[in-house]
Every structure is written in structure tokens, then in C-alpha cells.
């Protein structure tokens, strides 16, 4: 069963970059483009590097570790066609960010 859980205020994440937040047992990684915000999982699907401190350029984030690049968007990866990253949805509710995970941790859908 999914449900929202707050991340924090929208003002703790600076326009056009990316952090990492801990949601339960998950690691996160969060993205703001311009007003938009989105939620990726936060460990690459190479080795495992953080995502949320990658570096952000338009919608595409790399993995600092070895440059992993996905569309923060939709968690495609932009140069392996087959491998889509996992996402979850976003939502601001009075300067709160919340993003939808499953209680026990697990990808949404």
C-alpha cells in the first residue's frame, strides 16, 4: 500500500539540483527543475552510487560514482534504452514535499 510522506519543506531543495532524503528504509533521491520536483530511487542501478549528489544538468542526473546518466523525469537511462530507473510520484502541499512510496519501502509501481 502506497502513501505520501513528507520530505520537507520546498525551500530546502535549491532549484536545479538534487539531494538525497531517507523515506523509511529507502534512500531517495530528489530533484527540483525549475518548480518542478521529482523522486528517483536514490541508489544507481549500476553500483549502487548516490544518486542525489549526482550532478544535475537540465533533467539528467550522473551518478558521481562512474556517470551513470537517467531522466530525472521518467528514471530512463539515457544511454542504456532498456533500463528505466525507478521513480516515485511528487507532490507540494503548503510549501511541504511529499513524495508516494509504499509503507513497507517498496517501489511503487
Known amino acids: 500500500m ?16 538534487g539531494r538525497e532524503v531517507v523515506v523509511g528504509n529507502r534512500v ?3 530533484f527540483r527543475v525549475g518548480e518542478a520536483f ?3 530511487d ?6 549502487a552510487g548516490p544518486l542525489g ?11 558521481p560514482w562512474h556517470g551513470w546518466r537517467y531522466d530525472v523525469r521518467s528514471g530512463q537511462h539515457v544511454d542504456i ?3 528505466v530507473h525507478g ?9 511541504e514535499l511529499f513524495v508516494e512510496i509504499a509503507v513497507d519501502g517498496a517501489a511503487a509501481p
Open 53 to 63: 549528489r549526482g550532478a544535475l544538468n537540465g533533467h539528467v542526473v550522473t551518478c
Open 87 to 95: 521513480t516515485f510520484a511528487t507532490r507540494v502541499e503548503q510549501g
Open 2 to 17: 502506497k502513501q505520501w510522506h513528507s520530505v520537507g519543506p520546498t525551500d530546502h531543495f535549491p532549484p536545479e539540483s
Open 38 to 40: 521529482y523522486a528517483l
Open 42 to 47: 536514490g541508489l544507481c542501478d549500476h553500483q
Open 81 to 83: 534504452p532498456s533500463l
Open 28 to 30: 531517495l533521491a530528489v
